[in-house]
């Protein structure tokens, strides 16, 4: 029995116990008369009240469903009376949406909190160097000419490592805000992997790394990409195969064929890897592995990030494979220089 029947229900029954305890004498007819008339005065409030109800939460649900359906799609009541399980999948996924939303904030949020954390602890290391070098040459050192000079070399170095992470964190910003663009053109891969390999063979030596292809290259591999942030990207990721690679170990650049349209150019060393857990987070700014903080070589962290960035820019794939104490692999694709290639961009 539904509340507004029971509510009627108990009406009626004071009301024909008021008569039946007054004292008030009734003939037979009268009676009658009286119990059609509760009975009516039942059913028709009942029918008043549940209409009216009825009505009213409709008229509710309705305005629910109209603000989940399509736009444009028209609601009658005999459309929400029969689709309710439609309606309650829509509030599932809107409350599901809605959860998720709040998971993705929440997640921003904190990597918000760690990127400023990781990037006054960027910052802070080279200001308090320099701080502390200039307070030093101010409190009278100056006047010793090789305390001097040492200082002011030291100096040098920081302010050197605050004008690569203001450098590359402009870049990183001009590449996400679409103000850096990339400008493609035909260049052979291999003789730009050989110009890195001349610019990095001093720190290789100096880190005890061979540097290297896997094997001897007779032939040009043409591609069409932006030279200069490809030479960047190089760069990058064989630095830090240098900067985490073991003493006498080796760094090899393989250039392999993909498709009919690719090539893949993969960076291999011997180093120490990383373990799986830090592998999607590896390409984040100033992400460390090293949660202590401690770097082994000096650049501006964001090395990693500014690679993924220029991949992204190309539309190409990054890819890493890395474990502990074997040694890690990053992989990119390029586009290769075909006949479809060049009378596309001629």
């Not at 200069?228 to 990721?237: A, D, G, H």
């Not at 890897?273 to 390409?283: I, S, T």
């Not at 070589?297 to 104490?325: C, D, M, N, R, Y």
């Amino acid at each position: 029995m539904s509340i507004s029947a029971f509510l009627v229900l108990m009406l009626v029954s004071f009301m024909y116990l008021f008569f039946y305890t007054s004292g008030i004498e009734l003939s037979t007819e009268d009676r009658v008369q009286l119990i059609i008339f509760l009975v009516l005065f039942f059913f028709l409030s009942v029918f008043i009240i549940h209409y009216r109800i009825e009505r009213f939460i409709l008229n509710k649900i309705k305005g629910i469903y109209n603000d989940f359906s399509p736009v444009g799609e028209s609601m009658n009541s005999q459309t929400v009376q029969t689709d309710m399980e439609s309606l309650r999948q829509s509030m599932q996924k809107f409350a599901d949406d809605k959860k998720l939303e709040i998971e993705l904030l929440k997640d921003k949020e904190n990597y918000r909190k760690e990127f400023i954390g990781n990037i006054s602890h960027e910052l802070k290391t080279p200001l308090f160097t320099i701080q502390g070098y200039v307070l030093t040459l101010m409190e009278g050192a100056i006047e010793d000419k090789n305390v001097r000079q040492k200082y002011l070399k030291r100096t040098a170095k920081g302010v050197e490592r605050l004008i690569y992470i203001v450098k590359d964190l402009d870049l990183i910003t001009q590449f996400e805000s679409g103000t850096k663009t990339i400008e493609r053109s035909y260049f052979d891969i291999i003789q730009l992997i050989e110009n890195v390999f001349e610019l990095l063979e001093m720190q290789a030596i100096k880190n005890k790394i061979t540097i290297g292809f896997d094997k001897k290259y007779e032939s040009a591999q043409m591609v069409y990409a932006d030279e200069e942030r490809i030479q960047q990207v190089l760069t990058n990721l064989i630095i830090n195969s240098l900067k985490y690679g073991v003493e006498n170990g080796k760094t090899e650049v393989v250039v392999q064929d993909l498709n009919a349209d690719k090539i893949i150019i993969r960076i291999k060393d011997n180093g120490e890897g990383v373990a799986e857990e830090h592998l999607p987070r590896l390409f984040e700014r100033f992400y460390r592995v090293d949660k202590t903080g401690n770097r082994k070589a000096g650049g501006s962290g964001l090395g990693l990030a500014i690679v993924k960035h220029i991949i992204e820019a190309h539309q190409e794939k990054l890819l890493v494979e890395s474990k502990p104490g074997v040694g890690s692999v990053f992989s990119f694709t390029l586009q290769r220089v075909t006949k479809e290639v060049k009378q596309l961009h001629s």
